[in-house]
């Protein structure tokens, strides 16, 4: 059992930045693909990036592009996201999550990942 608990979310103004972590427990982190998703107020939740199991691949949403970045460090079995030139648009609730059965390998599908946290709340005023 893997246990995801997230931090780092707060409010923010457009284009100023925040960086999330996301500490794992339980399980051997350094083989899990880590996700970033996230969900706003009446929509779907949604994929914002990805990353292989050592960090080398890494996959984002079109939106955030050039804008996000996930990094891990599976030394300290963390996760991070990077967020600069914040939008209202990513105002959210973010969630990390861990695939366990795709040989590390990311993926923009949420069902692919077993173990999510409870989320950190993203507000950024205009």
């Known amino acids: 059992q893997v246990t995801l608990v997230e931090s780092g979310g707060g409010l923010v103004q457009a284009g100023g930045s925040l960086r999330l972590s996301c500490t794992a427990s339980?399980?051997?982190?350094?083989?899990?693909?880590m996700g970033w998703f996230r969900q706003a107020p009446g929509k779907e939740r949604e994929f914002v990036a990805a990353?292989?199991?050592?960090?080398?691949?890494?996959y984002y949403v079109d939106s955030v592009k050039g804008r996000f970045s996930i990094s891990r460090d599976n030394a300290k079995n963390l996760v991070y996201l990077q967020m600069i030139e914040l939008k209202p648009d990513d105002t959210a609730v973010y969630y990390c999550?861990?695939?366990?059965?795709?040989?590390?390998?990311?993926?923009?599908?949420?069902?692919?990942?077993?173990?999510w946290g409870q989320g950190t709340q993203v507000t950024v005023s205009s």
């Open positions: 999550a861990a695939a366990s059965g795709r040989s590390g390998t990311p993926s923009p599908a949420w069902y692919e990942y077993d173990y």
């Open positions: 339980g399980g051997i982190f350094s083989s899990y693909a």
């Open positions: 990353t292989r199991w050592n960090g080398d691949v890494a």
